[in-house]
């Protein structure tokens, strides 16, 4: 099945590779948090909240990546391909995440 040139699973390493990658990216971005604390402008207290739960997020993206590495690819693969074949499919990457306890982001 392809949607608009889609596939629909990709091998199971080459998915977690990705998934890495995305996090690095993620962190690799400019931090707002810090942006805020130097900037000279006065600032108020919504756009503190908002730069601070971006640097929350960021700081979880950090902790993420600190799992994604070599020596846990298995235990990530077996996660995400629950049937074994090697191929990570839409329905198992959904699967995955409607597992996702409600308070996490």
Not at 25 to 43: G, L, V, W, Y
Not at 57 to 71: E, F, G, H, P, S
């Amino acid at each position: 099945m392809n949607l608009q040139g889609w596939k629909a699973s990709v091998k199971a390493r080459d998915f977690v590779f990705a998934l890495h990658e995305h996090f690095v990216e993620e962190i690799q971005k400019t931090d707002p948090f810090q942006a805020f604390i130097t900037s000279a402008a006065s600032q108020t207290s919504e756009a503190f909240q908002i730069a601070r739960k971006i640097a929350n997020k960021k700081a979880n993206d950090i902790q993420v990546l600190q799992y994604l590495n070599m020596r846990n690819i298995q235990p990530i693969l077996e996660a995400f391909d629950d049937d074994g074949s090697g191929f990570v499919t839409i329905r198992e990457v959904n699967q995955f995440a409607a597992t996702k306890p409600r308070h996490w982001r």
